[in-house]
């Protein structure tokens, strides 16, 4: 709705261009309702295995450093 009401007048009054330019608002808005959530929650996964990662390898240098003490 909100992408017709912004490109409408321009279109009746032949201004193409600036029709173009007043949809990318409202394009950005739908783009980022539909992929953002999916994008946030991948990076946050991404985060956690990450840092899953480097807890693993810390308990296994520390580990190996206990072993050398010994």
Same mark, same amino acid.
């Given at each position: 709705?909100? =992408? &017709?009401?912004?490109?409408?007048? /321009? #279109?009746? @009054?032949?201004?193409?261009?600036?029709a173009?330019?007043?949809? +990318? *608002? /409202? +394009?950005?808005?739908? *783009?980022? &309702? $539909?992929?953002? /959530?999916?994008? =946030?929650?991948?990076?946050?996964?991404? *985060? !956690?295995?990450?840092? &899953?990662? #480097? =807890?693993? +390898? @810390?308990? $296994?240098? !520390? &580990?190996? %450093?206990? @072993? %050398? !003490?010994?």
């Open positions: 709705m909100t =992408l &017709a009401l912004n490109v409408a007048d /321009p #279109l009746l @009054s032949d201004d193409y261009g600036k173009a330019f007043d949809a +990318v *608002g /409202p +394009v950005l808005l739908i *783009g980022w &309702a $539909e992929v953002g /959530p999916g994008m =946030l929650q991948s990076i946050s996964q991404a *985060g !956690r295995s990450r840092q &899953a990662q #480097l =807890l693993a +390898v @810390s308990h $296994e240098h !520390r &580990a190996y %450093e206990m @072993s %050398e !003490r010994s």
